[in-house]
């Protein structure tokens, strides 16, 4: 079965960055997003890639801070976080598209404060 494991959450500094990574593991997916959930909120989508990478969405709220990228050679998609805001402070999901159905990895938590 398919396999997602995300990577590099942490505490910043409002303002700091961070690049999460969600890599999948025995297939490739043919499109990944990022989600993520705060505490008392619903999970929400944050950016997503087609297996090609000619194809990304993000939410309002990540454009022009967040950047998501693929690299198939390692089948891993990061999340470039840049300018970051105490109310980015969630859990981080990434999700696979495989065969019709979605997998979802186990979540990193991201939290802004000073």
């Known amino acids: 079965q398919a396999r997602l494991v995300e990577s590099g959450g942490g505490l910043v500094q409002p303002g700091g960055s961070l690049r999460l990574s969600c890599t999948a593991s025995r297939v490739t997916p043919s499109a990944m997003s990022w989600y993520r959930q705060a505490p008392g909120k619903e999970r929400e989508m944050v950016a997503a890639?087609?297996?090609?990478?000619?194809?990304?969405n993000y939410a309002d709220s990540a454009k022009g801070r967040f950047t998501i990228s693929w690299d198939k050679a390692k089948t891993t998609v990061y999340l470039q976080m840049n300018s970051l805001k105490p109310e980015d402070t969630a859990v981080y999901y990434c999700?696979?598209?495989?065969?019709?159905?979605?997998?979802w990895g186990q979540g990193t938590q991201v939290t802004i404060s000073s």
């Open positions: 890639i087609s297996s090609g990478g000619g194809y990304t």
């Open positions: 999700k696979g598209r495989i065969g019709g159905n979605d997998f």
